[in-house]
């Protein structure tokens, strides 16, 4: 459209990085939501780096791969579980946070399987500290590419209906400090691409 853009932060490593966990850790994923969300928030230390096919925002490094860092005793299956949970979070939050490079963001929409837990959106409007608009539409990848594609050549397109919106709350002083560890370990980590990409 004339004297407009499509600001676009693409991430490889949501969705793939929680089901390829979701399966290592044998979780339906019912029992991750129950398991997950019984641990502390920072899951006492561990912190995961969802990066296992390389990325892209904000990083554009194909090489970099995914780690769990901070392993202990402590931990169990379900630290495992919360801590990717938090990995994707986190990863969501630094490429929104290269959105808002570009201007302010007021609220998100959310579809698809991260709309689905009450537990899950809570934990996402917390780190990205956004309003989350949940909507009750299937294939919502698809229906955006078709409502842009319709708007560039003059359709227009009822707003889809918003099921349920989710507040952010602050984040507590333990996922804080897991968000601040998260955004030293690509640093720190990036050296050793070379030797652990695959």
């Known amino acids: ?3 407009q853009w499509y600001g676009l932060a693409a991430m490889q490593n949501a969705g793939l990085a929680l089901e390829w966990v979701r ?6 994923w019912p029992e991750v939501y129950a398991e997950a969300f019984a641990i502390e928030p920072g899951c006492a230390g561990l912190t995961f780096l969802p990066y296992l096919t390389g990325e892209r925002t904000p990083h554009l490094d194909p090489q970099i ?3 769990w860092t901070g392993l202990s005793l402590v931990h169990t299956r379900a630290h495992l579980m919360r801590s990717s949970l938090e990995g994707v979070a986190f990863a969501v939050r630094q490429g929104l946070d290269a ?3 570009t201007g302010s963001i007021d609220a998100l929409r959310l579809a698809g399987g991260g709309s689905i837990d009450p537990q899950w959106r809570q934990l ?3 780190v990205l500290q956004v309003p989350l608009h949940s909507m009750s539409v299937s294939a919502a990848s698809a229906q955006g590419a078709a409502r842009l594609a319709g708007m560039a050549i003059g359709l227009e ?10 507040e952010p709350r602050s984040m507590s002083p333990n996922l804080e400090a897991a968000w601040q560890r998260f955004g030293q370990l690509y640093p720190r980590l990036a050296g050793f691409r070379s030797t652990f990409a695959g």
């Open 65 to 67: 791969r995914g780690s």
């Open 124 to 126: 996402l409007a917390d």
């Open 1 to 3: 459209m004339p004297q």
């Open 157 to 166: 397109f009822p707003a889809p209906a918003v099921a349920q919106v989710t």
């Open 23 to 28: 399966g290592l850790l044998g979780y339906t």
């Open 99 to 101: 959105l808002r490079a």
